[in-house]
């Protein structure tokens, strides 16, 4: 019988190159020394700050338009033309205005950077059109020249899209030949606090932007996502936290994808996923817990639950509680996070980079969309740079 896992499993946990279910405080403990070992194995993040230039992209033409802020912490939405004709009049934003407008995009790129994620509620976008937008997003980010979209590991050759889109489905595990079953029993379904992720991770290029387009909705709503502020979660964090986790560095691993494949009979593409740095069957890296957005300029706390098994300078059981604590300080703050209520031609864009996201599993009627993800720099801290409320001189 195939074991039921899921895309992002925070109770199944890395042990010895397998993937297997853990409760117990010595499995988490030998877990966490593997990916200690792991880790050690891995690559290195920069041991140097590369160059980088933050955006200076004008944002005000975009905010021109029709558009709220969906939280002060983080979230921006377009909004489509009747309700904009319904409350201040402006004019309303489609996604088609930006598509072919070089300016505008550098300006979504540096809107979405400080905003965390925008959204349009007027998007009638391709599949083909996410992917092109959101790799023009990336280079607008200023992200190297040699990363381009992901194809995630799961992407079988000949999917439905091509290999830059993965479709994200209630049915199916990103792949047409992954048919879910987590969600099946409640025993099984995820909690909401274990869903909080930023894509991809375990890569060592992992990704700057994403895109979102729920194509197939429950017919009585849910399947809402919901979004968390990595700029706030650090800023949230008293200063001498703040210090204390800076130049720390966590194991990301994304091996679990081999087994999940595997045992449904696939073979796990192992070409270059997007990136050169992305080849082979590895499935993990090393990040610093603290990173600078490059595009912005700006701090953020980076430990997506998802993929981070380890911080490597810490002993197992201080590492494991120190993770659980950033989890729930990303989880349990509701005023730093956003929720969509997905509807019709909405598209959603995020940097990945300072966002975390979770999908509410609260219905099983299907929820279906097309998410095409950009590769970006490899992530680096750089200790000159600032928060956001700091370098916008915002309270504290
Ligand atoms: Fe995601």
Do not use: C
Request: glycine fraction near 6%; proline fraction near 6%.
């Amino acid at each position: 019988m195939a074991t039921a896992v899921a895309q992002q499993p925070p109770e199944i946990k890395f042990h010895a190159g397998k993937v297997r279910h853990t409760s117990s405080p010595l499995d988490r403990a030998a877990a966490s020394a593997a990916a200690h070992d792991a880790a050690a194995r891995a690559f290195a993040p920069p041991t140097s700050v590369p160059a980088y230039t933050p955006s200076t992209a004008d944002v005000s033409d975009l905010l021109a338009n029709s558009h709220v802020h969906t939280s002060p912490s983080l979230g921006t939405e377009f909004r489509a033309p009747a309700l904009a004709a319904a409350t201040d009049g402006k004019p309303s934003l489609s996604i088609r205005d930006v598509l072919d407008d070089e300016a505008k995009i550098a300006a979504l790129a540096r809107l979405v950077s400080e905003r965390g994620v925008v959204f349009f509620r007027d998007a009638i976008i391709t599949p083909k059109e996410q992917e092109v937008l959101v790799h023009r997003l990336g280079l607008a980010g200023g992200k190297p020249p040699t990363s381009g979209i992901h194809i995630h590991p799961y992407t079988l050759q000949g999917e439905e899209h091509g290999d830059g889109i993965l479709k994200i489905s209630s049915a199916d595990q990103g792949s047409r030949a992954l048919k879910r079953q987590d969600q099946a029993s409640i025993l099984n379904r995820h909690k909401g606090n274990l869903e909080w992720h930023s894509d991809i991770s375990f890569e060592r290029v992992p990704s700057d932007y994403a895109t979102l387009q729920v194509r197939k909705l429950p017919p009585n709503g849910g399947g809402d996502t919901v979004w968390a502020s990595g700029y706030d979660a650090y800023e949230r964090l008293s200063p001498a936290t703040r210090a204390y986790l800076e130049g720390l560095t966590a194991y990301h691993d994304g091996s679990h994808f081999h087994d999940n494949i595997s045992e449904h009979g696939q073979r796990l593409r192992d070409i270059s996923r997007g990136a050169p740095e992305n080849t082979g069957p590895e499935l993990d890296a090393v990040h610093p817990v603290i990173r600078t957005n490059p595009t912005t300029g700006w701090k953020t706390l980076f430990v997506p639950r998802n993929f981070t098994r380890r911080i490597n300078e810490l002993t197992a059981a201080e590492s494991d509680n120190l993770l659980e604590f950033l989890w729930d300080h990303v989880a349990s703050n509701h005023d730093i996070q956003t929720r969509f209520r997905w509807e019709e031609n909405n598209l959603a864009i995020w940097d990945n980079r300072s966002t975390y996201h979770a999908r509410t599993w609260d219905t099983t009627e299907l929820r279906e969309g097309t998410r095409s993800v950009s590769l970006g720099e490899r992530p680096f801290f750089d200790p000159q740079s600032k928060g956001r409320r700091e370098a916008l001189g915002l309270d504290k």
